[in-house]
């Protein structure tokens, strides 16, 4: 981990609460028989899930957009 430079805190977090985590989620889709739309019909259900959304696609967006701009005013050639 050192090596990488992963932060030790939260791999050993993301370690123990995996397992318990991924458990629950099993025993909520057998109480819904399968259906994922459970995750969504509480209001904080669902903002919880859109912020753990938001959190994982945010820090990609400056870089997504910052290629963008290169690539629309470097298209052209200037004479």
């Known amino acids: 981990m050192r090596r990488y430079d992963f932060p030790v805190g939260p791999m050993i977090l993301g370690v123990i609460l995996g397992p318990l985590l991924e458990r629950q989620f099993r025993t909520a889709l057998q109480i819904s028989q399968g259906d ?10 669902a903002a919880l899930l859109l912020i753990a959304v938001a959190a ?11 290629r963008g701009r290169r690539l629309t005013f470097g298209t052209g050639s200037e004479d």
């Open 36 to 45: 994922l739309t459970i995750f969504i019909t509480r209001p904080i259900s």
């Open 56 to 66: 994982l696609v945010l820090p990609y967006v400056p870089r997504l957009l910052g």
